[in-house]
């Protein structure tokens, strides 16, 4: 495997020396089963994109504040990321930032081409603050939160891959427990019930394997990314949550529970809304579990967010 941290930032900043960008509108994306076209269209808007960051813009030159998210989010996802490699570990991180708009919408794209040089720093930034020699960019969900007056509030939720993970879909050989609170970015961690292991537990090892490759798409990329968040409480059955909800800080996982917990978070994963958490012409990209206590009634669970987006796919 190529060593991702060490280009990351080649990657990224290489764009921005790389006249016209596509406007969202202007996309098919009520079709995006037609593999072929769409990918040749999105590829074209983001080729257009990249070459439009390197202007000097002293025409002055606008686009609406949607088509600028747009963009923004295609081209750090597509060309600083790697969409399309699997990793052990997903890690979810955010990233705050504000552009400048006019009364009909409009933002300078020399102001847009600040942001993105702004996301691209606050990328490597967060990049450096995780541990181990295999660390890439996955995604960026780049979402317009609101306006106030003349000014844009802006976020990238960026997804990291950790950690290279091989072979098949490997079954549950431990218990563990349900997880560790505070949800740390390295070990030590609650461990596996025996308490002879502590670089993983319940939730980690659910993770791993919800993101490994064989449960996820081998599209080269993904446009329009969004991340939904469910806990066991938003889906239920006869039996109770589906997802792990306890009330014992050190609970034990039986491989049995592990595996019936894997199983419950593939199906709504993988289901359409609403009786799972996909949403439509939309495909799995990667899950991050967090270890979470609820405040008075002290029930711990599995907090998922996970990320969908439409999948383009093309030939170099």
Partial sequence: MKNKISIITVVILSVLLG??????????????????????????????????MKGNFKSGSM??????????????TNYGGYPDSASKRFILMKAHFTLPVDANGLVLESDVQTVYQQMVDSITSQLNTIAGDVKFL?????????????????????????????????????DWVWGT????????????????????????????????PAAVSAARGYTDIVTKEMTGWDFEDANGPRLYVGTDIYHCMTINELTDNLTNADDIIKTYTPDGLRPAGKEFISTVIDDDVTVGSTYYLHYYSVSYGIPYFYSE
């Avoid at 006249?19 to 257009?48: F, G, R």
């Avoid at 504040?65 to 081209?75: F, H, P, Q, S």
């Avoid at 990291?160 to 431990?174: A, K, R, S």
């Fill in 138 to 174: 996955k995604f960026s969900d780049v979402q317009q939160d609101s306006v106030v007056g003349n000014t844009a509030y802006l976020t990238s939720n960026n997804g990291y891959g950790q950690g290279l993970i091989l072979g098949l879909y490997d079954p549950f050989t431990e």
């Fill in 63 to 76: 686009m609406t504040i949607d088509t600028a998210v747009w963009n923004l989010e295609a081209l750090l």
């Fill in 19 to 52: 006249i016209v960008s596509c406007k969202k509108d202007n996309l098919e994306l009520s079709n995006p089963d037609n593999n072929n076209h769409y990918s040749q269209q999105i590829m074209k808007c983001i080729k257009a994109f990249s070459l439009q």
């Fill in 181 to 212: 609170l505070g949800n740390p970015e390295n070990p030590p961690y609650s461990g596996n019930c025996d308490g002879t292991d502590l670089t993983s537990d319940g939730s980690n090892e659910i993770q791993f394997r919800l993101n490994h």
